[in-house]
């Protein structure tokens, strides 16, 4: 689950980091007042999930009034296209409006959790306000990463190592209080990245978070009743959110292949499969171990809703759930949802040929796999017969 930068800060403030001055607005007029109350210059900056806002033009300064009702008037409703929301962007509902702050250097610093070692690192770099993806490719030599034992915490030696090497000697104090207590915060509140780009030295040699994202594992949202308030529903896709509260986990993609499978890992397999063989999947949809009837039947009717899906492809493994369940279930969800699109379906795991033959004898339209590469192969030439076709008919009209 990430969070706004507001709601990032807020949470810093509760740990004694310090951040700039400032107020999260919902309309223009109140993001003018904010400005006035400030005093000038403000930078209004939209608060949207995703990188990159700066660049797209969501970050802007005002010196007069009359330049914050302008930009803010400018801001808010906005499609923010950047290069992590793809082309169609996403709609800027609030602003955060803070004081400017006076910058001498910029720097990184993150909390991150390295999958390879199964702990905490901290990542920093004397080069803020790029992207670390950046700084690593040009400058490597400039990137500080230190391992922290969860089981003894951030201790002084790693945070003098730190203060050395982000040259921070006059801050020595302060950073000390601020890093051991952005890990507190890191790990109390179960987050996944904790970044602020730039942590800022300013004109009077104190350190201010002048940007800060927050991401928690959704895994432990269940603990953590006060950060699911956060959660910002308007920043969702609807049909991800509807699955979401149906227990199923989805996210919408821009291809043409329906995916319906049970296992996160399945499911990634199952679309790196589909684009091997030259298609380009839809989404990714996870039914979850059971795979019962009922979630078959909402991921029936998420996936048809879409009208690029042209066919739908089934991959299914039968370990918590046996194949001929699995099968059953497929047949007693088509009775509920209208599916109008070919369907290519694949089960492997327990019970697997009892699975296939309730299919074959179902009377259904489906086209049943042996295993995964021609099942792939199958829908994706299901497709492709379906866009010449589409084409065709295109070129008889304009004929006509």
């Known amino acids: ?38 005093g000038f210059p403000v930078v209004l900056k939209a608060q949207v999930l995703t990188g990159g806002r700066g660049k797209a033009g969501g970050i802007k300064i005002a010196n007069t009034a009359d330049e914050a ?34 910058i001498k250097r910029e720097l990184y610093f993150s909390i991150t959790i390295d999958r390879t070692i199964g702990k905490p690192v901290v990542i920093a770099s004397k080069r803020g306000g790029m992207s670390i993806e950046e700084v690593s490719e040009l400058y490597p030599e400039d990137i500080i990463k230190i391992p ?4 003894v915490g951030f201790l002084p030696y790693q945070i003098r190592r730190l203060k050395y090497d982000l040259d921070l000697i006059e801050q020595e104090n302060e950073m000390s209080i601020i890093v051991s207590n952005l890990y507190k915060l890191f790990m109390d509140k179960d987050c996944l990245l904790l970044e602020m780009n730039p942590l800022v030295v300013t004109d009077t040699n104190h ?3 002048l940007d800060a994202k927050i991401e928690i594992d959704d895994n432990a949202i269940f603990r953590r009743k006060e950060i699911a308030k956060m959660r910002d529903l308007t920043e969702y896709n609807p049909d991800e959110l509807e699955a979401r509260f149906a227990g199923l986990n989805f996210i919408k993609l821009d291809g043409d292949i329906g995916c319906m499978v049970n296992g996160a890992g399945l499911a990634m397999a199952t679309m790196d499969v589909i684009k091997f063989a030259g298609g380009r999947p839809a989404n990714f949809l996870d039914v979850g171990g059971e795979a019962t009837p009922d979630t078959i039947a909402k991921g029936f009717e998420i996936i048809t809703r879409d009208p690029k899906v042209k066919a739908l492809f089934i991959n299914i493994f039968g370990g918590i759930v046996r194949c001929d369940k699995v099968a059953n279930g497929i047949l007693q969800a088509l009775k509920t949802v209208e599916v109008k699109v070919p369907i290519v379906v694949r089960l492997t795991g ?13 009377g259904l339209a489906f086209s049943v796999a042996q295993d995964i590469k021609e099942a792939a192969h199958m829908i994706t030439q299901i497709t492709k017969s379906k866009k010449e076709e589409k084409e065709t008919t295109k070129e008889t009209n304009k004929e006509k």
Do not use: C
């Open 350 to 362: 327990m019970n697997k040929e009892e699975g296939m033959e309730i299919l074959k004898n179902s």
């Open 207 to 209: 350190l201010i978070a």
């Open 148 to 151: 922290i034992d969860p089981a």
């Open 1 to 38: 689950m990430k969070l706004h930068e507001y709601q990032a800060k807020d949470l810093m403030v509760q740990y004694e980091v310090p951040v700039p001055e400032g107020r999260v607005a919902y309309f223009p007029y109140d993001a003018w007042m904010v400005a006035m109350e400030l």
């Open 69 to 102: 009702r302008d930009i803010a008037q400018e801001l808010f409703g906005k499609t923010l296209v950047t290069a992590q929301t793809g082309p169609q962007g996403t709609k800027v509902r609030k602003l955060l409006v803070e004081k400017v702050s006076s």
